[in-house]
């Protein structure tokens, strides 16, 4: 589980390190039929701000952990980007994107951490 928590540490650093806003950690451990352990959520202002976010987040986990996303969809048109690291589901939207499909709601009874944003 310490792996895990890395993980999510080192996500978080390259979200932030590209100026990724409103990043929420949410935690799924005790959430029956979850599909990982934890949800990470943020968002850029941009799809090339998103895009950024995503390379900066696949080189931290490489780098520090040699952890590699075993998929990553939605670069194409970078509104939604979903990184999947087993264990560790990140989520990079678009401001708008992340509204409307409003994620955080899925999971209201699962305890989340929300990280200030760097300005």
Request: net charge negative.
């Amino acid at each position: 589980m310490e792996q895990v928590r890395q993980l999510v540490e080192t996500i978080t650093k390259g979200i932030q390190e590209k100026k990724g806003k409103r990043i929420v950690v949410v935690d799924l451990t005790d959430v029956d039929g979850a599909i990982c352990n934890y949800f990470i959520i943020c968002q850029g202002s941009s799809p090339t701000q998103v895009d950024a976010i995503t390379e900066s987040v696949a080189e931290m986990a490489r780098k520090e952990l040699n952890e590699k996303p075993t998929k990553v969809a939605g670069q194409e048109n970078a509104q939604w980007v979903a990184m999947d690291y087993v264990d560790v589901m990140v989520h990079i939207f678009l401001p708008d994107v992340r509204e409307y499909y409003d994620m955080e709601h899925l999971w209201e009874d699962a305890p989340m951490t929300w990280i200030p944003d760097e300005d």
